[in-house]
């Protein structure tokens, strides 16, 4: 997670910083837990805890990992209103659809539209 993602999330959460990440290391960011790899029973253990959502913010191979393996309930998309010829997209091959159904959604007055959407298992 980049440095000010990470702020921006820590300034906004008195729950624990979880952050995925193949290079970083545990000792040199005691301020947050590290993890390395993926563990559905670990995630089943997270989700159990009593009025919790997990909300993960982050790069498209890691959502890819948490929607094959079951574990995402809602997915919150927003677009912004800018015309790109190019960028990341929000699923890395190989493409699995996911069905969705529509549950809720919000137009700025800046022209940005955020979609949530209900994971159909």
């Known amino acids: 997670m980049r440095l000010q993602a990470r702020d921006w999330v820590k300034r906004r959460s008195q729950e624990p910083l979880l952050v995925f990440s193949r290079t970083m290391k545990q ?15 670990w995630v089943r253990t997270l989700q159990t805890r009593s009025g919790k959502d997990i909300w993960l913010f982050g790069g498209s191979e890691l959502f890819r990992s948490f929607l094959d393996s079951g574990q995402v309930d809602t997915v919150e998309v927003n677009v912004i209103p800018v015309l790109l010829g190019g960028g990341v997209p929000l699923l890395p091959p190989p493409y699995n659809p996911a069905k969705l159904r529509l549950l809720s959604h919000k137009i700025y007055r800046s022209g940005r539209v955020s979609l949530a959407y209900q994971v159909q298992h």
């Open 27 to 41: 000792q040199d960011h005691p301020e947050v837990t590290v993890v390395s790899e993926l563990n559905p029973d």
